[in-house]
T-cell receptor, first 112, second 113 residues
Framework: GNSVTQMEGPVTLSEEAFLTINCTYT??????LFWYVQYPGEGLQLLLK?????DKGSNKGFEATYRKETTSFHLEKGSVQVSDSAVYFC???????????FGRGTSLIVHP | DADVTQTPRNRITKTGKRIMLECSQT?????MYWYRQDPGLGLRLIYY???????NKGEISDGYSVSRQAQAKFSLSLESAIPNQTALYFC????????????FGPGTRLLVL
């Protein structure tokens, strides 16, 4: 079956530091890959996505590249802000029903 | 106004009580989902519905039931609540075809004593 593995948190950084959150997946076929973000007290919202190999998703300074050869979709940001503090979920969807599979989430804490 | 709303936002109940969590959406999406979120476990799918007459169990449906009253409404019931159902519950929607993005409600925080 499908599975998503992402690095455990919390990840604690100082403002303006570089961020990487690792995500690897196992799936049949050619899944679409997503990063969702959950700010405190809110539901999840889509941050970025990629639908085929070598695609790069980007939004709000975050980027992730769909790497089929390493089955990875790592999230990066060059300079984090305090407002980026949230929980980040990697997810995939494949097959005709597109029932998504979520990772366990990685908490990011950014200090001023 | 929010596109996906959930009521109540917070609920405290006692073991053995029946409770209902409600989800409404104005996005016009046909697919709706219920998840629960537990610390360290991420999101787990409870039930999903592709239209009013299509209800499917997710990975953790035991102890839960759902009702799709209309395309815009999808309710989750706990017939007899137990403490390990204490969690954060999310409703999500998606449109069939095209964009696979899910749109989430703000969540209901449930405490079962």
């Amino acid at each position: 079956g499908n599975s998503v593995t992402q690095m455990e948190g919390p990840v604690t950084l100082s403002e303006e530091a570089f961020l990487t959150i690792n995500c690897t997946y196992t799936a049949t076929g050619y899944p679409s890959l997503f990063w969702y973000v959950q700010y405190p007290g809110e539901g999840l919202q889509l941050l970025l996505k990629a639908t085929k190999a070598d695609d790069k998703g980007s939004n709000k300074g975050f980027e992730a590249t769909y790497r089929k050869e390493t089955t990875s979709f790592h999230l990066e940001k060059g300079s984090v802000q305090v407002s980026d503090s949230a929980v980040y979920f990697c997810a995939l969807a494949s097959g005709g029903s597109y029932i998504p599979t979520f990772g366990r989430g990685t908490s990011l804490i950014v200090h001023p | 106004d929010a596109d996906v709303t959930q009521t109540p936002r917070n609920r405290i109940t006692k073991t053995g009580k029946r409770i209902m969590l409600e989800c409404s959406q104005t996005k016009g999406h046909d697919r709706m989902y219920w998840y629960r979120q537990d610390p360290g476990l991420g999101l787990r799918l409870i039930y999903y519905s592709f239209d009013v007459k299509d209800i499917n169990k997710g990975e953790i449906s035991d102890g839960y039931s759902v009702s799709r009253q209309a395309q815009a409404k999808f309710s989750l019931s706990l017939e007899s609540a137990i403490p390990n159902q204490t969690a954060l519950y999310f409703c999500a929607t998606r449109r069939t075809g095209g964009d696979e993005t899910q749109y989430f409600g703000p969540g209901t925080r449930l405490l079962v004593l």
